[in-house]
Protein backbone atom coordinates (compact mmCIF):
# COMPACT_ATOMS: atom_id res chain seq x y z
CA UNK A 1 0.00 0.00 0.00
CA UNK A 2 1.33 3.42 -0.59
CA UNK A 3 2.18 6.00 1.98
CA UNK A 4 0.05 8.85 0.21
CA UNK A 5 -1.67 8.01 -2.88
CA UNK A 6 -1.40 10.83 -5.43
CA UNK A 7 -4.99 12.13 -5.51
CA UNK A 8 -4.54 13.18 -1.77
CA UNK A 9 -3.56 16.86 -1.65
CA UNK A 10 -3.21 18.18 1.94
CA UNK A 11 -3.88 21.55 2.72
CA UNK A 12 -0.91 24.14 3.73
CA UNK A 13 -0.79 24.07 7.61
CA UNK A 14 1.39 27.15 9.15
CA UNK A 15 3.33 26.14 12.89
CA UNK A 16 2.33 28.63 15.14
CA UNK A 17 5.23 28.73 17.11
CA UNK A 18 6.21 32.50 18.64
CA UNK A 19 7.97 32.62 21.74
CA UNK A 20 8.48 36.68 21.67
CA UNK A 21 4.16 36.30 21.04
CA UNK A 22 4.16 34.32 24.32
CA UNK A 23 6.41 36.69 26.22
CA UNK A 24 4.35 39.50 24.82
CA UNK A 25 1.05 38.34 26.48
CA UNK A 26 2.61 37.29 29.55
CA UNK A 27 3.34 40.33 30.13
CA UNK A 28 0.30 41.69 29.09
CA UNK A 29 -1.84 39.31 31.56
CA UNK A 30 0.88 39.94 34.88
CA UNK A 31 0.09 42.40 37.19
CA UNK A 32 2.26 43.84 39.81
CA UNK A 33 -0.47 42.68 42.38
CA UNK A 34 0.14 39.05 41.84
CA UNK A 35 2.65 36.53 41.46
CA UNK A 36 4.51 36.02 38.08
CA UNK A 37 2.22 33.42 35.72
CA UNK A 38 -0.83 33.80 38.58
CA UNK A 39 -3.27 32.70 35.91
CA UNK A 40 -1.44 29.30 35.50
CA UNK A 41 -2.44 27.03 32.64
CA UNK A 42 -5.10 30.21 31.20
CA UNK A 43 -2.06 32.07 30.80
CA UNK A 44 -0.98 29.19 28.21
CA UNK A 45 -4.53 29.42 27.12
CA UNK A 46 -4.76 32.61 26.05
CA UNK A 47 -0.67 32.30 24.41
CA UNK A 48 -2.28 29.52 22.55
CA UNK A 49 -5.00 31.28 20.70
CA UNK A 50 -3.70 34.35 20.22
CA UNK A 51 -0.85 32.48 18.15
CA UNK A 52 -3.32 30.68 16.46
CA UNK A 53 -5.35 33.70 15.25
CA UNK A 54 -2.67 36.64 15.44
CA UNK A 55 0.45 35.12 13.60
CA UNK A 56 2.07 38.60 13.09
CA UNK A 57 1.90 39.67 16.26
CA UNK A 58 -1.05 40.72 19.04
CA UNK A 59 -3.85 43.11 17.62
CA UNK A 60 -6.10 45.14 19.83
CA UNK A 61 -8.90 43.17 18.40
CA UNK A 62 -7.81 40.49 21.17
CA UNK A 63 -9.40 36.60 20.57
CA UNK A 64 -12.33 36.34 18.54
CA UNK A 65 -14.61 33.25 19.26
CA UNK A 66 -17.15 34.85 16.53
CA UNK A 67 -19.72 31.80 15.29
CA UNK A 68 -18.50 28.77 16.65
CA UNK A 69 -19.26 25.59 15.00
CA UNK A 70 -19.98 21.93 16.49
CA UNK A 71 -19.33 18.95 14.19
CA UNK A 72 -20.38 15.54 14.69
CA UNK A 73 -19.28 12.60 12.62
CA UNK A 74 -21.36 9.62 13.01
CA UNK A 75 -20.08 6.06 11.21
CA UNK A 76 -20.76 2.04 12.01
CA UNK A 77 -17.79 -0.25 12.21
CA UNK A 78 -17.84 -3.86 11.10
CA UNK A 79 -15.54 -4.92 13.46
CA UNK A 80 -18.42 -4.78 15.82
CA UNK A 81 -19.60 -8.03 14.76
CA UNK A 82 -16.77 -9.67 16.91
CA UNK A 83 -18.37 -8.60 19.94
CA UNK A 84 -15.54 -6.44 21.23
CA UNK A 85 -18.69 -3.43 21.88
CA UNK A 86 -21.62 -3.83 24.95
CA UNK A 87 -23.38 -1.88 22.68
CA UNK A 88 -25.39 -2.95 19.26
CA UNK A 89 -24.58 -1.52 16.07
CA UNK A 90 -28.48 -0.09 15.62
CA UNK A 91 -27.56 2.29 19.17
CA UNK A 92 -24.97 4.24 16.92
CA UNK A 93 -28.32 5.24 14.69
CA UNK A 94 -30.20 5.49 18.40
CA UNK A 95 -28.07 8.33 19.29
CA UNK A 96 -27.92 10.03 16.30
CA UNK A 97 -31.62 10.28 15.79
CA UNK A 98 -31.94 11.31 19.58
CA UNK A 99 -29.63 14.16 18.79
CA UNK A 100 -31.65 15.33 15.60
CA UNK A 101 -34.74 15.33 17.86
CA UNK A 102 -32.89 17.52 20.09
CA UNK A 103 -32.73 15.76 22.96
CA UNK A 104 -29.09 15.16 23.24
CA UNK A 105 -26.89 16.26 25.89
CA UNK A 106 -24.98 17.96 23.41
CA UNK A 107 -28.11 20.10 22.06
CA UNK A 108 -28.34 22.18 25.07
CA UNK A 109 -24.69 22.40 25.61
CA UNK A 110 -24.56 23.74 21.91
CA UNK A 111 -27.83 26.00 22.40
CA UNK A 112 -26.51 27.54 25.83
CA UNK A 113 -23.09 28.30 24.42
CA UNK A 114 -24.14 29.56 20.67
CA UNK A 115 -23.03 26.74 18.78
CA UNK A 116 -23.88 26.07 15.32
CA UNK A 117 -24.45 22.25 15.70
CA UNK A 118 -24.00 19.75 12.87
CA UNK A 119 -24.41 16.13 12.34
CA UNK A 120 -22.37 14.25 9.34
CA UNK A 121 -23.10 10.66 8.22
CA UNK A 122 -19.79 9.61 7.30
CA UNK A 123 -21.09 6.32 6.97
CA UNK A 124 -23.51 4.85 9.04
CA UNK A 125 -25.20 1.30 8.41
CA UNK A 126 -28.75 3.20 7.90
CA UNK A 127 -30.16 5.98 5.87
CA UNK A 128 -30.64 9.01 8.32
CA UNK A 129 -33.52 11.95 7.73
CA UNK A 130 -34.09 15.14 10.00
CA UNK A 131 -37.22 14.29 11.95
CA UNK A 132 -40.56 16.18 11.23
CA UNK A 133 -41.23 19.65 13.80
CA UNK A 134 -38.39 21.71 14.95
CA UNK A 135 -36.36 19.26 16.45
CA UNK A 136 -33.01 20.75 17.96
CA UNK A 137 -31.84 23.31 15.01
CA UNK A 138 -30.03 20.35 14.10
CA UNK A 139 -28.38 20.51 10.69
CA UNK A 140 -27.36 17.35 8.93
CA UNK A 141 -25.21 16.48 6.23
CA UNK A 142 -24.94 13.35 3.86
CA UNK A 143 -21.07 12.46 3.06
CA UNK A 144 -21.34 8.69 3.29
CA UNK A 145 -18.44 6.80 2.07
CA UNK A 146 -20.63 3.40 3.02
CA UNK A 147 -22.86 1.24 5.23
CA UNK A 148 -20.58 0.76 7.78
CA UNK A 149 -16.29 0.18 7.00
CA UNK A 150 -15.88 -3.46 6.67
CA UNK A 151 -14.84 -5.70 9.88
CA UNK A 152 -10.80 -5.44 10.18
CA UNK A 153 -10.53 -8.84 11.58
CA UNK A 154 -11.17 -10.07 8.23
CA UNK A 155 -9.41 -7.59 6.54
CA UNK A 156 -8.63 -3.52 6.21
CA UNK A 157 -11.73 -1.35 7.34
CA UNK A 158 -11.84 0.62 4.06
CA UNK A 159 -9.64 0.75 0.93
CA UNK A 160 -7.12 3.68 0.70
CA UNK A 161 -9.30 5.62 -2.35
CA UNK A 162 -12.12 5.53 0.89
CA UNK A 163 -9.31 6.88 3.34
CA UNK A 164 -8.92 9.52 1.12
CA UNK A 165 -12.48 10.46 -0.16
CA UNK A 166 -13.56 10.51 3.94
CA UNK A 167 -10.61 12.75 4.38
CA UNK A 168 -11.15 14.88 1.59
CA UNK A 169 -15.28 15.37 2.69
CA UNK A 170 -14.01 16.07 6.16
CA UNK A 171 -11.57 19.07 4.81
CA UNK A 172 -15.11 20.18 2.06
CA UNK A 173 -17.67 20.49 5.36
CA UNK A 174 -15.14 22.66 6.91
CA UNK A 175 -14.25 24.49 3.97
CA UNK A 176 -18.02 25.68 4.19
CA UNK A 177 -18.26 26.26 7.56
CA UNK A 178 -18.19 30.22 8.82
CA UNK A 179 -16.50 30.89 11.81
CA UNK A 180 -13.25 31.12 13.91
CA UNK A 181 -13.14 28.00 16.15
CA UNK A 182 -14.23 24.33 15.58
CA UNK A 183 -15.44 22.03 17.96
CA UNK A 184 -15.28 18.34 16.97
CA UNK A 185 -17.45 15.18 18.32
CA UNK A 186 -18.22 11.54 17.41
CA UNK A 187 -21.00 9.05 17.46
CA UNK A 188 -20.73 5.45 16.20
CA UNK A 189 -20.43 2.01 18.13
CA UNK A 190 -17.27 0.05 17.86
CA UNK A 191 -15.14 3.66 17.26
CA UNK A 192 -13.23 3.16 20.49
CA UNK A 193 -12.21 -0.09 19.25
CA UNK A 194 -10.31 2.01 16.24
CA UNK A 195 -9.12 4.33 18.78
CA UNK A 196 -7.28 2.24 20.53
CA UNK A 197 -5.90 0.46 17.67
CA UNK A 198 -4.94 4.16 16.03
CA UNK A 199 -3.16 4.95 19.46
CA UNK A 200 -1.42 1.39 19.59
CA UNK A 201 0.28 1.31 16.19
CA UNK A 202 0.85 5.38 15.53
CA UNK A 203 2.58 5.71 19.16
CA UNK A 204 3.56 2.23 20.02
CA UNK A 205 1.26 2.13 22.91
CA UNK A 206 0.85 -1.64 24.20
CA UNK A 207 -2.72 -2.86 22.68
CA UNK A 208 -3.64 -4.44 26.47
CA UNK A 209 -2.72 -0.96 27.91
CA UNK A 210 -4.60 1.60 24.64
CA UNK A 211 -7.73 -0.75 24.71
CA UNK A 212 -8.51 -0.56 28.62
CA UNK A 213 -11.99 -1.17 29.78
CA UNK A 214 -15.20 -0.72 26.81
CA UNK A 215 -17.98 1.09 28.58
CA UNK A 216 -21.62 0.26 29.34
CA UNK A 217 -23.46 -2.95 29.77
CA UNK A 218 -21.32 -4.29 33.02
CA UNK A 219 -18.66 -5.13 30.79
CA UNK A 220 -16.75 -8.00 33.25
CA UNK A 221 -13.58 -9.43 33.00
CA UNK A 222 -14.10 -12.21 30.13
CA UNK A 223 -15.87 -9.27 28.35
CA UNK A 224 -12.46 -7.38 28.28
CA UNK A 225 -10.28 -10.58 27.44
CA UNK A 226 -12.59 -11.52 24.17
CA UNK A 227 -12.66 -7.57 23.58
CA UNK A 228 -8.44 -7.64 23.47
CA UNK A 229 -8.28 -10.72 21.67
CA UNK A 230 -10.18 -9.67 18.74
CA UNK A 231 -8.23 -6.42 18.52
CA UNK A 232 -5.02 -8.84 18.56
CA UNK A 233 -6.39 -10.42 15.63
CA UNK A 234 -6.66 -7.29 13.96
CA UNK A 235 -3.19 -5.70 14.73
CA UNK A 236 -1.88 -9.03 13.65
CA UNK A 237 -3.49 -9.04 10.09
CA UNK A 238 -2.55 -5.49 9.46
CA UNK A 239 1.00 -5.41 10.73
CA UNK A 240 2.30 -4.46 7.64
CA UNK A 241 0.39 -0.99 8.02
CA UNK A 242 2.91 1.66 9.23
CA UNK A 243 2.15 5.10 8.28
CA UNK A 244 -1.40 6.79 9.10
CA UNK A 245 -2.46 6.87 5.91
CA UNK A 246 -2.15 3.16 5.70
CA UNK A 247 -3.36 2.73 9.77
CA UNK A 248 -6.06 4.95 9.00
CA UNK A 249 -7.82 2.39 5.82
CA UNK A 250 -6.67 -1.22 7.80
CA UNK A 251 -7.89 0.02 11.37
CA UNK A 252 -9.70 3.43 11.29
CA UNK A 253 -13.63 4.64 10.50
CA UNK A 254 -15.33 7.00 8.40
CA UNK A 255 -16.14 9.18 10.85
CA UNK A 256 -12.29 9.14 12.41
CA UNK A 257 -10.89 10.00 8.76
CA UNK A 258 -13.36 12.76 8.25
CA UNK A 259 -12.54 14.18 11.05
CA UNK A 260 -9.42 14.04 10.61
CA UNK A 261 -9.55 16.08 7.28
CA UNK A 262 -12.06 18.45 9.54
CA UNK A 263 -9.08 18.63 11.86
CA UNK A 264 -6.53 19.51 8.74
CA UNK A 265 -8.65 21.75 6.98
CA UNK A 266 -9.47 24.01 10.49
CA UNK A 267 -5.87 24.40 11.22
CA UNK A 268 -5.01 25.66 7.03
CA UNK A 269 -7.73 28.33 8.01
CA UNK A 270 -6.05 29.24 11.53
CA UNK A 271 -9.17 28.19 13.35
CA UNK A 272 -8.91 26.83 16.39
CA UNK A 273 -10.07 23.12 16.92
CA UNK A 274 -11.47 22.04 20.12
CA UNK A 275 -11.04 18.42 20.43
CA UNK A 276 -13.32 16.07 21.99
CA UNK A 277 -12.83 12.61 23.61
CA UNK A 278 -10.54 9.69 22.63
CA UNK A 279 -12.33 8.98 19.23
CA UNK A 280 -11.66 12.57 18.04
CA UNK A 281 -8.58 12.51 20.04
CA UNK A 282 -7.42 9.58 17.77
CA UNK A 283 -8.52 11.16 14.76
CA UNK A 284 -6.40 14.34 15.65
CA UNK A 285 -3.20 12.08 15.82
CA UNK A 286 -4.14 10.94 12.76
CA UNK A 287 -4.22 14.48 11.28
CA UNK A 288 -1.09 15.24 13.23
CA UNK A 289 1.28 12.39 11.42
CA UNK A 290 -0.17 13.78 8.12
CA UNK A 291 0.87 17.37 8.77
CA UNK A 292 2.68 17.57 12.19
CA UNK A 293 2.31 21.20 12.22
CA UNK A 294 -1.76 20.37 13.02
CA UNK A 295 -0.83 19.85 16.71
CA UNK A 296 -0.16 23.69 17.61
CA UNK A 297 -3.98 24.35 16.87
CA UNK A 298 -5.55 21.61 18.91
CA UNK A 299 -7.32 22.61 21.98
CA UNK A 300 -8.01 19.14 24.16
CA UNK A 301 -11.01 19.94 26.26
CA UNK A 302 -11.20 16.75 28.27
CA UNK A 303 -9.71 13.64 29.75
CA UNK A 304 -12.30 11.06 29.34
CA UNK A 305 -12.69 7.53 31.37
CA UNK A 306 -11.08 5.92 28.64
CA UNK A 307 -7.40 4.22 29.82
CA UNK A 308 -6.39 5.01 26.09
CA UNK A 309 -7.28 8.72 25.52
CA UNK A 310 -5.35 9.33 28.82
CA UNK A 311 -2.21 7.64 26.68
CA UNK A 312 -3.22 9.32 23.85
CA UNK A 313 -2.91 13.09 25.58
CA UNK A 314 0.64 12.05 27.13
CA UNK A 315 1.90 11.25 23.78
CA UNK A 316 0.21 14.23 21.82
CA UNK A 317 1.95 16.01 25.03
CA UNK A 318 -1.63 17.92 25.25
CA UNK A 319 -2.93 18.89 28.90
CA UNK A 320 -6.90 18.85 28.78
CA UNK A 321 -8.91 21.57 29.89
CA UNK A 322 -10.90 19.48 32.59
CA UNK A 323 -11.37 16.01 33.67
CA UNK A 324 -14.55 15.23 35.11
CA UNK A 325 -14.92 11.42 34.34
CA UNK A 326 -17.01 11.66 31.31
CA UNK A 327 -18.26 8.30 29.35
CA UNK A 328 -20.25 10.41 26.71
CA UNK A 329 -18.91 11.10 23.39
CA UNK A 330 -20.22 13.64 20.88
CA UNK A 331 -18.68 16.46 21.46
CA UNK A 332 -20.11 16.82 25.11
CA UNK A 333 -16.98 17.13 26.66
CA UNK A 334 -15.63 19.81 23.89
CA UNK A 335 -18.68 21.93 24.47
CA UNK A 336 -18.44 21.63 28.44
CA UNK A 337 -15.10 22.94 28.06
CA UNK A 338 -15.88 26.17 26.07
CA UNK A 339 -16.23 28.70 29.37
CA UNK A 340 -12.80 28.42 29.45
CA UNK A 341 -11.99 29.65 25.95
CA UNK A 342 -14.48 32.12 26.45
CA UNK A 343 -12.81 33.23 30.00
CA UNK A 344 -9.37 33.33 28.11
CA UNK A 345 -10.83 35.90 25.18
CA UNK A 346 -12.46 37.89 28.27
CA UNK A 347 -9.01 38.09 30.11
CA UNK A 348 -7.20 39.07 27.03
CA UNK A 349 -9.81 41.76 26.25
CA UNK A 350 -9.58 43.14 29.42
CA UNK A 351 -5.71 43.64 29.70
CA UNK A 352 -6.09 45.04 25.96
CA UNK A 353 -8.77 47.40 26.71
CA UNK A 354 -6.36 48.58 29.87
CA UNK A 355 -3.61 49.19 28.02
CA UNK A 356 -5.24 51.37 25.15
CA UNK A 357 -7.05 53.56 28.23
CA UNK A 358 -3.90 53.90 29.60
CA UNK A 359 -2.05 55.44 26.40
Same mark, same amino acid.
Given at each position: ????? +? @? ?19 ? %? ?65 ? $???? +? ?42 ? $? ?37 ? %? ?25 ? @? ?79 ? +?????? @?? %? ?23 ? @? ?36
Amino acid at each position: MATRP +L @DLELPVVQPTGRPALDAQVAA %LLASPCHPDHALGRMETLVQQLVRIQHPEGLEVAGISLERPQMLVFAADHGIVDEGVSAFSQETSGQ $RVEE +LLAGEAPVNALARVHGFDLTVVDAGLARQLELPAGPGGRVALLS $RKIGHGTRNMVLGPAMSARQAVAALQAGMDVVRHLPGRV %LALGDIGVGSKACASLLLSRLCGVPLA @DASGQEQGGGTDSLRRQHRLKKLQLAAVRHRKAVSPLEVLAAMGGFEIAMQAGAVLQAASERRIVLIDGFVAGAAALVARG +LKPEVG @DY %LVFGHRSTEPGHRLLLIHMQAQPLL @DMELRIGQGVGALLAWPMLQSAQALLARRLAAGQGSR
